[in-house]
């Protein structure tokens, strides 16, 4: 079973807003195993609107829309919904009692405009809509499905999650879909695929594998698909196993909600260790992404943005000598700040950074990418060199998933 997602509204297609309605319904069809053939976002227009659902129903079974369902002139969706049914509009006087005491409660007044949101096409079933005055509406014709629901993020949820889906498995025997991602940090997507690729070759042809890398972080996601529950996650289960096994030193965690900052929380929080943060290039990405998890404060005592080589000096004490020396961009550099960082805070660990992100190399003799990353531990402090290349969001991105990973390769040392 096959689903295309449209979205309508200008506001997409100049980058206004992001399309996260699309990427939440992908997620919850996929849930109850309806696959997402295409996802499309098109203008506030009758002829693009009426070409995109030409063109969807000639391959999908169900078309789910949103946007365009609002109470002003330029919310065109049900009206051209209309249109291509080849139908009209009534006035639902449920809705329209729904709307009327939604405003009495708000004390707000209802006026024709709010009345004519209860006006839907005649074949459609119209869907509640618990937070809003737009209700969801729900085409079946020919055998193909069409609903379209508001483009307010929560409102569109709700009805989704209320109506819609239900719906659907009520009205289709569908497949089941079982997914299963591992995290795996430190190994580019082409040497993991080399390690893998005996395996690879040998999965039983109901599970798929895929490769989804980003900076600094490779996502291996298995899927199996079919009707016997129990039998899919057997086989995923048995796959999983076998490839633990293959590249279990650089695998951090299950599923698109593990990330390497909550690994390191637990590991931090288990040994019961402290970590501080010196960062110049990074710019506090690293003390972002410690913070993001809930009880940091536990281990994570804090961090300085040395910026300025004023402030490593001043803050970090790292000695100005070293500086005219080797440059603010050097491994001496980056082990005086980490060990700097870690004295001041009083800290078991310590990370540093400091390089160019760019675009400009600014006072040093290093290229724009270079980055030292140094790590200082109980015992040792050290320091590795890297080139991330460009543009200044990927150095800094891949500098701090990188820190990451080297902290967590010492911890897990002792």
């Given at each position: 079973?096959?689903?295309?997602?449209?979205?309508?509204?200008?506001?997409?297609?100049?980058?206004?807003?992001?399309?996260?309605n699309?990427?939440?319904i992908?997620e919850?069809l996929?849930?109850?195993g309806?696959?997402?053939?295409?996802?499309?976002s098109?203008?506030?227009?009758?002829?693009h609107?009426?070409?995109?659902?030409n063109?969807?129903?000639?391959h999908?079974?169900?078309?789910?829309?949103?946007?365009?369902l609002?109470?002003?002139?330029?919310?065109?969706?049900?009206?051209?919904?209309t249109?291509y049914f080849n139908?009209?509009?009534?006035l639902?006087?449920?809705?329209?009692?729904q709307?009327r005491?939604?405003?009495?409660k708000?004390?707000?007044p209802f006026?024709?405009v709010?009345?004519?949101?209860?006006?839907?096409?005649s074949?459609?079933i119209p869907l509640?809509?618990?937070?809003?005055?737009?209700p969801?509406?729900?085409?079946?014709?020919?055998?193909?499905?069409?609903?379209?629901?508001?483009?307010?993020?929560?409102?569109m949820k709700g009805l989704?999650?209320?109506?819609v889906l239900p719906?659907?498995?009520?009205?289709?025997?569908?497949?089941?879909i079982?997914?299963k991602t591992?995290?795996?940090?430190?190994?580019?997507?082409?040497?993991v695929?080399?390690?893998l690729?005996?395996?690879?070759?040998?999965?039983?042809?109901?599970i798929?594998?895929?490769?989804?890398?980003?900076?600094?972080?490779?996502?291996?996601?298995?899927?199996?698909?079919?009707k016997e529950?129990?039998?899919?996650?057997?086989a995923?289960?048995?796959?999983?196993?076998?490839l633990?096994?293959?590249?279990s030193?650089?695998i951090?965690?299950?599923?698109?909600t593990?990330?390497?900052?909550?690994?390191?929380?637990?590991?931090?929080?288990?040994k019961?260790?402290t970590?501080?943060v010196?960062?110049?290039c990074t710019?506090?990405?690293?003390?972002?992404?410690?913070t993001?998890?809930a009880?940091?404060s536990?281990?994570?005592?804090?961090?300085?943005?040395?910026?300025n080589?004023?402030?490593?000096?001043?803050?970090?004490?790292?000695?100005?000598?070293?500086i005219?020396k080797?440059?603010?961009?050097?491994?001496?550099?980056?082990e005086a700040?980490?060990v700097?960082?870690?004295?001041k805070?009083?800290t078991?660990?310590?990370i540093?950074?400091?390089?160019n992100?760019?675009?400009?190399?600014?006072?040093?003799d290093?290229?724009?990418?270079?980055v030292?990353i140094a790590i200082?531990?109980?015992?040792q402090?050290?320091s590795?060199?890297?080139n991330f290349?460009?543009p200044?969001?990927?150095?800094?991105?891949r500098?701090?998933?990188?820190?990451?990973e080297?902290l967590?390769?010492?911890?897990?040392?002792?």
């Open positions: 079973m096959q689903a295309e997602i449209i979205t309508i509204g200008d506001e997409i297609l100049i980058g206004q807003i992001l399309d996260s699309s990427k939440w992908a919850e996929n849930k109850i309806i696959s997402v053939y295409q996802i499309t098109i203008q506030d227009d009758k002829q609107i009426l070409k995109a659902l063109e969807a129903q000639a999908v079974d169900i078309v789910l829309i949103t946007g365009g609002g109470p002003t002139k330029d919310d065109i969706t049900k009206t051209t919904l249109e139908d009209t509009l009534v639902n006087t449920t809705i329209v009692e709307i005491a939604m405003f009495a708000l004390n707000y006026t024709e709010n009345k004519n949101q209860a006006l839907v096409p074949t459609c509640k809509n618990e937070l809003g005055t737009a969801g509406l729900w085409f079946h014709n020919k055998g193909k499905i069409v609903v379209s629901l508001p483009g307010v993020p929560n409102e989704m999650t209320n109506c719906k659907l498995k009520q009205t289709y025997n569908l497949p089941y079982i997914h591992i995290i795996t940090y430190g190994m580019g997507e082409s040497m695929a080399e390690r690729e005996a395996w690879e070759n040998n999965l039983p042809s109901l798929k594998l895929a490769y989804l890398p980003s900076y600094g972080k490779l996502r291996l996601r298995l899927t199996a698909r079919g529950k129990e039998m899919l996650e057997k995923v289960f048995i796959e999983t196993e076998k633990t096994k293959i590249i030193d650089i951090v965690g299950y599923e698109d593990v990330s390497i900052e909550a690994v390191l929380g637990t590991l931090f929080s288990s019961k260790i970590l501080s010196a960062e110049s710019g506090g990405a690293i003390s972002q992404k410690l993001s998890i009880g940091a536990k281990y994570f005592m804090g961090s300085i943005v040395a910026y080589p004023i402030i490593k000096i001043k803050e970090l004490s790292v000695q100005k000598e070293l005219d080797y440059s603010v961009v050097s491994s001496q550099v980056a700040m980490a700097g960082i870690q004295k805070y009083k078991t660990y310590a540093a950074t400091t390089g992100a760019g675009p400009t190399v600014d006072i040093t290093k290229t724009v990418g270079v030292f200082a531990t109980p015992t402090v050290f590795k060199e890297f290349g460009k200044r969001e990927k150095v800094i991105e500098a701090s998933n990188k820190a990451l080297l967590r390769k010492e911890i897990l040392k002792n």
